[in-house]
């Protein structure tokens, strides 16, 4: 049967064509839209072009069971596809490319169920949503996405075993959940300037060995490396992953860390940050059962309790604090300015190092059981219980005038080697 060609400014509306010997359809028209049913069970139909202004599949089941289907070409204002449109019946599959260019573009789930999506090629004058779309297509290569407004991607690609690259290009780039969980090709990430946010499972069961960050850009996103379990150092110039060494291009200027930015690095033991750094966001560490050592190296003020979620119970007259890190954490040096209540309870810290710490608040290192040495330069308020149980705490300097120190602050150990504050007035509990 001839092709379907047609270049007419008018209305097409199908549905239910049903099975058809169609190989190609052309249409340059004002409005297309597809319903159910379309063209179904065709062994002859390969390729779909449409130039409109607007495009729309409202209904599933559309091109059900199009067994040869190669090619699919839109240019419009205006995209869009419901879900479950295009599905092979065919048993063996084969290979197919979608290209898109619109001002909106919105793909619904499992459009090509049973289809062997090799690309992906999206230009979009507007926004760009795709959810569910491509997901556990196999035999996907290559994904380009170019969009002048914003791109969302959610799950869309989880399950490309066979997905080495991609390509997004927008001023506002947002990855949800399992945007590319579980694509075990996809080695080497380069964010554009638009990345704005990564949920924090987005590259959950990914082998990422190269990361670059825009020299522009000053933030390390929220969830950036979240779920990344084989990440072991984090720091401005190498990241180690496992046996490898990963590359890790970041800008020098990185002023602010996003929240969950390593959210269940479950293998991460240390993590640096640069002097640039002035603003941490919430929820950094939670999940970094490993996290041995803490390096931050700023004397911005910021509410240390942000790194990891913290909890505060009151019982009874008195705070039951939680520690802000993890129980394994043996080494910290800060230049915070105040060492918040319960921050490191019962943690295995051993050397804390404070150069700007001016207070000490109560429980800070209440019963740290593995702490023996304590230096910082410029405390004032020691609060109650806040060295209490330390029993191995052997060297205690403060080389500064302190004013208070709470009830049973340095009770519960046995003795120094070395006590060193340089005057106390005001208070001294019990």
Not at 53 to 77: A, Y
Not at 80 to 99: P, R, T
Not at 344 to 360: A, C, R
């Amino acid at each position: 049967m001839q092709p379907i060609n047609s270049s007419i400014d008018s209305y097409l509306y199908c549905y239910s064509l049903g099975s058809t010997q169609i190989e190609r359809i052309t249409l340059s028209i004002t409005s297309v839209i597809f319903g159910s049913n379309t063209i179904t069970n065709s062994d002859s139909l390969r390729e779909i072009e449409i130039t409109s202004k607007v495009f729309r599949v409202n209904d599933q089941w559309s091109f059900d069971g199009c067994n040869v289907l190669e090619k699919i070409n839109i240019t419009s204002d205006e995209i869009y596809f419901s879900s479950y449109n295009f599905h092979s019946a065919s048993d063996s599959e084969h290979e197919f490319s979608l290209y898109l260019n619109g001002n909106n573009i919105s793909l619904d789930k499992d459009l090509f169920d049973s289809y062997k999506v090799t690309k992906v090629d999206i230009d979009s004058k507007g926004s760009v949503y795709i959810y569910l779309t491509f997901d556990f297509q196999k035999s996907l290569q290559s994904v380009k996405i170019h969009s002048t407004d914003k791109i969302i991607i959610e799950g869309a690609f989880e399950g490309c075993s066979s997905l080495s690259s991609f390509d997004f290009q927008s001023n506002n780039i947002t990855l949800l959940g399992n945007a590319f969980k579980d694509c075990q090709s996809l080695h080497e990430i380069e964010w554009k300037e638009g990345i704005s946010y990564i949920s924090k499972d987005a590259f959950t069961g990914c082998n990422i060995t190269k990361i670059t960050y825009p020299e522009s850009k000053n933030e390390i996103v929220p969830g950036a490396f979240s779920y990344w379990s084989n990440l072991k150092y984090f720091g401005t110039n190498v990241v180690q992953y496992t046996d490898q060494r990963i590359t890790l291009q970041l800008s020098r200027s990185i002023t602010k860390i996003g929240d969950y930015a390593f959210y269940n690095c479950k293998s991460l033991i240390n993590a640096q940050f640069p002097s640039t750094v002035v603003s941490f966001g919430m929820h950094l560490f939670d999940g970094c059962e490993n996290l041995l050592s803490l390096h931050i190296n700023t004397s911005a003020i910021f509410d240390p309790s942000n790194i990891v979620d913290t909890i505060q119970l009151i019982s009874g007259s008195g705070y039951e604090p939680y520690s802000m890190f993890n129980s394994q954490m043996t080494h910290v040096s800060s230049d915070y300015y105040e060492v918040a209540v319960g921050k490191f309870y019962k943690s295995q810290l051993q050397p804390f190092e404070g150069t700007y710490v001016t207070k000490i608040n109560k429980y800070a290192f209440y019963q740290c059981q593995s702490l023996t040495s304590v230096m910082v330069g410029n405390v004032d308020y020691i609060g109650d219980y806040a060295f209490y149980g330390c029993n191995r705490l052997s060297d205690f300097h403060i080389s500064s005038y302190v004013y208070y120190i709470g009830d049973y602050a340095l009770s519960g150990r046995t003795s120094f080697t070395e006590f060193e504050i340089q005057s106390i007035s005001e208070y001294i509990g019990e």
